[in-house]
């Protein structure tokens, strides 16, 4: 995930949705490298949801895990990939301060060469879907 400014640090406190764009395999199946993100800020989270969060220990960092369970002193967090790894495994449960907020829509870019009308209309159908809480998926990452 990229670094903030300063600038986009006080225009996000006022704004009540952001974008944002994944790097990494942590959250694959759900999310793929280059998917951009649309982010509710200050949305309430729930065991399943997959938020942004800063990272506990490098706070410049933009991570976005899955919320799994909570415990005492916050969120314990895990990415969809079991292999992956960078989770609260590694830096244990993330503060509610250092939670951003909660994704609401992946959408996959137009490529390059896509700019026929018909070809924007594919993508336009195809390429957004919601991201929904899996209350399951809580569970059975909480297990591991």
Do not use: C
Request: charged content about 25%.
């Amino acid at each position: 995930m990229p670094e903030l400014s300063q600038e986009t640090e006080r225009a996000r406190a006022a704004a009540l949705f952001g974008l944002a764009e994944v790097t990494g395999p942590s959250m694959v199946p759900t999310l793929y490298q280059g998917d951009r993100l649309v982010v509710q800020y200050g949305a309430r989270v729930r065991a399943g949801d997959v938020i942004v969060l800063r990272h506990p220990f490098q706070q410049d960092l933009l991570v976005v895990k899955r919320a799994t369970e909570r415990r005492e002193g916050g969120w314990w967090v895990r990415g969809d990939n079991t292999y992956a790894g960078g989770d609260s495994t590694d830096y244990g449960t993330v503060p509610d301060e250092l939670i951003l907020g909660k994704v609401r829509l992946r959408y996959r870019p137009l490529k390059p060469g896509q700019r026929s009308p018909l070809a924007v209309v594919r993508w336009a159908l195809s390429a957004a879907r919601p991201v929904l809480a899996v209350r399951s998926a809580s569970r059975r990452l909480r297990a591991r």
